[in-house]
């Protein structure tokens, strides 16, 4: 017979799977993970790791979702903290910030190849009822801050996501990286908002 978890259990069991497929998008891939490596990851059985997710997808999506929260939730911060800046700067500031929450789990290799299988492989409910996309979540900044754009929505949107996804050749880049990624965010700025 199973064993129950008390809520304490349960809370750190979900938060040790969420760290476990963290990892492994990070360095496997979602597509290489298994549910037994994620179950052992999190300290219980495969049995009990059924008992949060109904499969390996399901994890993922919860896993990204937690993400998402962490990288636009700290943009935000940025945008409310600093309203001495000019809006330029901080929405350079922000857009940086998500870029440096989403760098350090290395989730961009992730989001770009792997996100749209994951999203394939779940129902459409799960999807709808659970998942935020990056344009979603971009356009959210922009109308919080205020910001009046010189293009489209969609465009902007576009923007941001491709310059999310140059972090993901830092290594071809090299040394000057971070100059250059700050003169990418800086211009589109300068185009984009009016």
């Known amino acids: 017979m199973a ?3 008390s809520p304490q259990e349960r809370e750190r069991i979900r938060d040790s799977l969420l760290d476990a497929a963290l990892k492994s998008a990070a360095s496997l891939g979602m597509r290489h993970a298994t549910v037994d490596e994620l179950a052992r990851e999190a300290g219980i059985s495969k ?6 997710y109904p499969s390996k997808e399901h994890l993922f999506l919860s896993m990204l ?7 636009y939730g700290s943009a935000e911060r940025v945008l409310a903290e600093r309203t001495d800046l000019p809006l330029r700067e901080r929405t350079m500031r922000a857009i940086l910030e998500v870029f440096r929450v ?3 789990y290395n989730l961009i290799p992730f989001i770009r190849e792997e996100v749209p299988l994951l999203l394939r492989r779940l129902p459409d409910e799960v999807v709808n009822a659970h998942y935020v996309t990056d344009d979603e979540r971009i356009k959210r900044l922009i109308l919080k801050a205020g910001a009046r754009l010189t293009t489209s929505m969609e465009t902007a949107c576009i923007t941001v996501r491709m310059l999310m996804m140059s972090i993901s050749f830092r290594q071809d880049v090299g040394a000057g990286f971070e100059e250059a990624l700050r003169l990418m965010v800086e211009g589109a700025c ?4 009016a």
């Open 190 to 193: 300068d185009r984009v908002l």
């Open 47 to 52: 049995g009990a790791f059924y008992r949060f």
């Open 102 to 104: 989403a760098e350090t």
């Open 3 to 5: 064993t129950a978890f």
């Open 65 to 71: 979702e937690r993400t998402h929260e962490e990288m």
